[in-house]
T-cell receptor, first 118, second 113 residues
Framework: GAVVSQHPSWVICKSGTSVKIECRSL??????MFWYRQFPKQSLMLMAT?????????EQGVEKDKFLINHASLTLSTLTVTSAHPEDSSFYIC??????????????FGQGTRLTVV | AQSVTQLGSHVSVSEGALVLLRCNYS??????LFWYVQYPNQGLQLLLK??????LVKGINGFEAEFKKSETSFHLTKPSAHMSDAAEYFC???????????FGTGTRLKVLA
């Protein structure tokens, strides 16, 4: 159990276009989902926290108009990179925290999405 | 604020040798601590976690870690390295209020034949 799936696994888009990344909790309900960004050979940096039915909370320095997050249901959160530029190329990883279970000591991570903007 | 420090961005060991990856944390409250492994272009796989139960935590693939409050450490060990252990390892602390994870900078483990 506790599987988080991201789609797509990799995407290439043209500069100036928008791209949407989905994060789904497959076998549990996730009250809270997190989006991380990982630059090559670097650690994961938290971008934002999304709670179902409310606005996402962005970390300092993250442009909320650039990275649109929607958490429309307890099993789905989406990250849309708007007007993408090459510097947005990165590895994006989501994680989800289970709702209403005793296993609330950890969040479960998706497999990541490699975004390349050309 | 919570933080995690991983000493050594690169560690090389011979196959069959002891693996020791260091992690020190800073937290004003009892922390939840995790070790993850990441293979190239893949997500994170949980190796083990400490959540205030036993201080010696056993994980998958023969890894274990010991929580030492006096040293604020949570070092990862494995008695005998395998070639398949070559990967990036991340130590993380979880804020038990927000469930945000703060990751260390990672340690790349290289296993030499």
């Amino acid at each position: 159990g506790a599987v988080v799936s991201q789609h797509p696994s990799w995407v290439i888009c043209k500069s100036g276009t928008s791209v949407k990344i989905e994060c789904r909790s497959l076998d549990f309900q996730a009250t809270t989902m997190f989006w991380y960004r990982q630059f090559p050979k670097q650690s994961l940096m938290l971008m934002a926290t999304s709670n179902e039915g409310s606005k996402a909370t962005y970390e300092q320095g993250v442009e909320k108009d650039k990275f649109l997050i929607n958490h429309a249901s307890l099993t789905l959160s989406t990250l849309t990179v708007t007007s993408a530029h090459p510097e947005d190329s990165s590895f994006y990883i989501c994680s989800a925290r289970a709702f209403g279970t005793t296993e609330n000591t950890e969040a479960f991570f998706g497999q990541g999405t490699r975004l390349t903007v050309v | 604020a919570q933080s995690v420090t991983q000493l050594g961005s690169h560690v090389s060991v011979s196959e069959g040798a002891l693996v020791l990856l260091r992690c020190n944390y800073s937290s004003s409250v009892p922390p939840y601590l995790f070790w993850y492994v990441q293979y190239p272009n893949q997500g994170l796989q949980l190796l083990l976690k400490y959540t205030s139960a036993a201080t010696l935590v056993k994980g998958i693939n023969g890894f274990e870690a010991e929580f030492k409050k006096s040293e604020t450490s949570f070092h990862l060990t494995k008695p005998s390295a395998h070639m398949s252990d070559a990967a990036e390892y991340f130590c993380a602390v979880c804020d038990t209020g927000t469930y945000k994870y703060i990751f260390g900078t990672g340690t790349r483990l290289k296993v030499l034949a």
